[in-house]
Nanobody, 123 residues
Framework: QVEVVESGGGLVQPGGSLRLSCAAS????????VCWYRRAPGKQRELVAA???????NYADSVKGRFTISRDNAKNTVYLQMNSLKPEDTAVYYC?????????????????WGQGTQVTVSS
């Protein structure tokens, strides 16, 4: 059973920081790529940051220079460090992990979504 869980959201004042975690558990062979998305009230889902399968990182223009995506392979966890937060960063943040897992003697590759974590930036 593979599971992806986000954590680290909360309420923060403008200019503050949060670090979100996206942890994969189960019989994980590898995390190939991870994307962080967010959905603000009344808006479409937005891709915020990504680790690609080639190992590079990509960021939305709205978060470049403020957000940093990183990973800890030993913990099967990807982080999103968010600095200089703005009220417009308020949203539910989701991670999508493209990962390979064991099932018996075979490996499978699939996409998994976490449940989301709320980030609220307000004074």
């Amino acid at each position: 059973q593979v599971e992806v869980v986000e954590s680290g959201g909360g309420l923060v004042q403008p200019g503050g920081s949060l670090r979100l975690s996206c942890a994969a558990s189960g019989s994980i062979f590898s995390i190939n790529a991870v994307c962080w998305y967010r959905r603000a009230p009344g808006k479409q889902r937005e891709l915020v940051a990504a680790f690609t399968s080639g190992g590079s990182t990509n960021y939305a223009d709205s978060v470049k220079g403020r957000f940093t995506i990183s990973r800890d392979n030993a913990k099967n966890t990807v982080y999103l460090q968010m600095n200089s937060l703005k009220p417009e960063d308020t949203a539910v943040y989701y991670c999508n992990a493209h990962l390979t897992y064991y099932s018996g003697t075979y490996t499978y590759t699939d996409d998994y979504w976490g449940q989301g974590t709320q980030v609220t930036v307000s004074s």
